[in-house]
Antibody, heavy 114, light 112 residues
Framework: EVQLVESGGGLVQPGGSLRLSCAASGFTFSSYWMHWVRQAPGKGLVWVSRINSDGSSTSYADSVKGRFTISRDNAKNTLYLQMNSLRAEDTAVYYC???????WGQGTLVTVSS | DVVMTQSPLSLPVTLGQPASISCRSSQSLVYSDGNTYLNWFQQRPGQSPRRLIYKVSNRDSGVPDRFSGSGSGTDFTLKISRVEAEDVGVYYCMQGTHWPWTFGQGTKVEIK
């Protein structure tokens, strides 16, 4: 089955860190650009970061630049998002998505609160 | 960043009737390769987004043909020819031409 499965979300204090993972299956992961998109509770969708197929090129939204790092392990068919210096405004469901949104995971909730 | 403006933000529709959502971008979405990377997504209550339309007018696999997309440049439209109960949710346009990619605010479709 073609799918993306996120994990790693949870409750973290402001200033803390969290690493999200996205396991891909059913397609050739190494052929696709991959993305992280987030959705704050009751709000719309916001693109966070992207990475090219071999991991050599990355981009970030200004709101997370310098704090978040996207990476991938094509041997493990897994996408990552390392999130440092977390803020309350980073609270959201984080989705991984394939290329131009052709496939999405179920999302993982990150809550930043003391 | 490119601003995507959708209207209306709320769309009550009678079952079996058509629906139309407008999406306007603050700058042209024509990319240097000649393509226009304007996509439409559906997000049903409690679910992840699902892409319906890519590059303005191409339906994704499995998307009913009652959904259609049109437009060019900065002005785009998603149409549902006959709304069904399963179409309830929030619809987002999204541009993938200029980084950072940006979404519209979302249009909530509900049944009258």
């Amino acid at each position: 089955e073609v799918q993306l499965v996120e994990s790693g979300g949870g409750l973290v204090q402001p200033g803390g860190s969290l690493r999200l993972s996205c396991a891909a299956s059913g397609f050739t992961f190494s052929s696709y650009w991959m993305h992280w998109v987030r959705q704050a509770p009751g709000k719309g969708l916001v693109w966070v970061s992207r990475i090219n197929s071999d991991g050599s090129s990355t981009s970030y939204a200004d709101s997370v630049k310098g704090r978040f790092t996207i990476s991938r392990d094509n041997a493990k068919n897994t996408l990552y998002l390392q999130m440092n210096s977390l803020r309350a405004e980073d609270t959201a469901v984080y989705y991984c998505a394939r290329d131009l949104g052709s496939l999405w995971g179920q999302g993982t909730l990150v809550t930043v609160s003391s | 960043d490119v601003v995507m403006t959708q209207s209306p933000l709320s769309l009550p529709v009678t079952l079996g009737q058509p629906a139309s959502i407008s999406c306007r971008s603050s700058q042209s979405l024509v990319y240097s390769d000649g393509n226009t990377y304007l996509n439409w997504f559906q997000q049903r209550p409690g679910q992840s987004p699902r892409r319906l339309i890519y590059k303005v007018s191409n339906r994704d696999s499995g998307v009913p043909d009652r959904f259609s997309g049109s437009g060019s440049g900065t002005d785009f439209t998603l149409k549902i020819s006959r709304v069904e109960a399963e179409d309830v949710g929030v619809y987002y346009c999204m541009q993938g031409t200029h980084w950072p990619w940006t979404f519209g605010q979302g249009t909530k479709v509900e049944i009258k």
